[in-house]
């Protein structure tokens, strides 16, 4: 199948400072990135459509400010989380879409932010 | 209301019994149903994919969809431990460019 990468795997911030994540589709191109949030033992809960060259959608109750999304090529989608705070850690993960079908929605390895 | 039902288990069966998962949900304009599997602190992998109602086998695996009744399910069968994940149902309305709504997930545990 289809490769999403997402970096970085594993990041710890201090409260208050921003935290960038990538996510690129390695042997595809991706008009279309959704972002999604899981917290431990909950399912993904999508956070925002990244589409590419346009702004993301945003999920409802999803602070755009907050979360900054940005798609600026067809293999690159980043999500800036700013000011962290402790509420905001979580596993981030990523997914890209591969020939058009929602049967072929790839999924990144996922990025775990903790926030202290 | 949640609008995709999974139970969350954890369901534990032993080495080389079928598991047997299954999803309800309530948005008949679903038509895409899909079956991930998670491992812990990794992200989802597709394993099935469905259109509308019907049958469709993979391997050792099998997905049944019935929209009439709003339910979809998951058969391993021959299960090993390296299933052992979490089981995640999705599905969209539609196809290009839709989004998924999951369901709560189903631990897996098989015992060797």
């Known amino acids: 199948g289809a490769v999403v990468s997402q970096h970085p795997s594993w990041v710890i911030c201090k409260s208050g400072t921003s935290v960038k994540i990538e996510c690129r589709s390695l042997?595809?191109?991706?008009?279309?990135m959704f972002w999604y949030r899981q917290f431990p033992k909950q399912s993904l809960m999508l956070m925002a459509t990244?589409?590419?060259?346009?702004?993301?959608?945003?999920e409802q109750g999803v602070e755009k400010d907050k979360f900054l999304i940005n798609h600026a090529s067809l293999t690159l989608s980043t999500l800036t989380v700013t000011s962290a705070h402790p509420e905001d850690s979580s596993f981030y993960i990523c997914?890209?879409?591969?020939?058009?079908?929602?049967?072929?929605?790839?999924f990144g390895e996922g990025s775990r932010l903790t926030v202290l | 209301q949640k609008e995709v039902e999974q139970d969350p288990g954890p369901l534990s069966v032993p080495e080389g019994a079928i598991v047997s998962l299954n999803c309800t949900y309530s948005?008949?304009?679903?038509?895409?149903f899909m079956w991930y599997r998670q491992y812990s602190r990794k992200g989802p992998e597709l394993l099935m994919y469905?259109?509308?109602?019907g049958n469709k086998e993979d391997g050792r695996f099998t997905a049944q969809v019935d929209k009439s009744s709003k339910y979809i399910s998951l058969f391993i069968r021959d299960s090993q431990p390296s299933d052992s994940a979490t089981y995640l149902c999705?599905?969209?309305?539609?196809?290009?460019?839709?989004?998924?709504?999951f369901g709560g997930g189903t631990r897996v545990l098989v015992k060797p």
């Open positions: 997914s890209a879409i591969a020939g058009g079908r929602a049967g072929e929605l790839f």
């Open positions: 042997d595809f191109q991706a008009t279309t």
């Open positions: 990244s589409n590419e060259g346009s702004k993301a959608t945003y």
């Open positions: 948005n008949s304009a679903f038509q895409y």
């Open positions: 469905t259109y509308s109602s």
């Open positions: 999705a599905m969209s309305v539609g196809a290009a460019g839709n989004k998924l709504t």
